[in-house]
């Protein structure tokens, strides 16, 4: 996918998610987060940013091709995002 698609495609996820109000909004994959809002140092877990009212959170992606997160560490950091949504 390329830059633009991605920033076009963060133009069209901010209208749905002011529309639509939900509590929190997961992004897998640290790159394509990056470069859709222009966030150079974000880092995996809750995000200072918001999208409208929404709490943001950044996650690995899952894919098998993502040598930084094994099965283990994966676990962790989606059972971070579930314990905060339950907050």
């Known amino acids: 996918m390329h830059d ?4 076009a495609g963060a133009r069209t ?10 509590q929190w909004v997961a992004f ?3 790159t ?3 470069v859709a809002f ?3 140092s974000a880092t995996i877990g809750r995000q200072e940013e918001i999208l409208g ?5 950044l996650l690995p992606n899952p ?5 930084h997160y094994q099965l283990p560490d994966l676990a ?3 059972g971070e995002l579930r314990a905060a949504a339950r907050r």
């Open 53 to 57: 009212r929404s709490e943001v959170w």
């Open 76 to 78: 962790v950091v989606f």
């Open 38 to 40: 222009g966030r150079k």
């Open 4 to 7: 633009d698609e991605l920033r």
């Open 32 to 34: 394509a987060y990056r």
């Open 63 to 67: 894919s098998g091709l993502n040598a």
């Open 28 to 30: 897998l994959g640290l």
């Open 13 to 22: 996820l901010r209208r749905k998610v002011t529309r639509y109000k939900p």
